[in-house]
């Protein structure tokens, strides 16, 4: 009786293994791929964080551009003699 509950304990552990092995690539296929779409959801963000971050410092650049153009007149009408002391020193 013994043998014959050993016997179907070992077939039994043999069917799970069995279950658990077949088992194991399509845990790991769920986890590759939900590990990838999390991935495309945080390169998203980043992606549109970085846009914005560009966007901003382009607009910062066109303003400082257009501080350096009128600076740059300022400088050449002072040499021309156009522009009293008094405007330079404001």
Do not use: H
């Given at each position: 009786?013994?043998?014959?509950?050993?016997?179907?304990?070992?077939?039994?552990?043999?069917?799970?293994?069995?279950?658990?092995?077949?088992?194991?690539?399509?845990?790991?296929?769920?986890?590759?791929?939900?590990?990838?779409?999390?991935?495309?959801?945080?390169?998203?963000?980043?992606?549109?964080?970085?846009e914005s971050q560009i966007t901003a410092l382009q607009s910062e650049n066109t303003r400082l551009d257009e501080?350096?153009?009128?600076?740059?007149?300022?400088?050449?009408?002072?040499?021309?003699?156009?522009?009293?002391?008094?405007?330079?020193?404001?």
């Amino acid at each position: 009786m013994t043998n014959e509950k050993k016997q179907a304990i070992k077939v039994a552990l043999k069917k799970v293994g069995k279950a658990i092995w077949s088992a194991i690539p399509w845990v790991l296929i769920w986890i590759g791929v939900t590990c990838w779409f999390s991935l495309m959801f945080i390169l998203a963000d980043k992606t549109e964080q970085q846009e914005s971050q560009i966007t901003a410092l382009q607009s910062e650049n066109t303003r400082l551009d257009e501080e350096v153009d009128w600076l740059r007149s300022l400088v050449e009408q002072y040499y021309q003699g156009e522009v009293p002391d008094e405007q330079i020193q404001q």
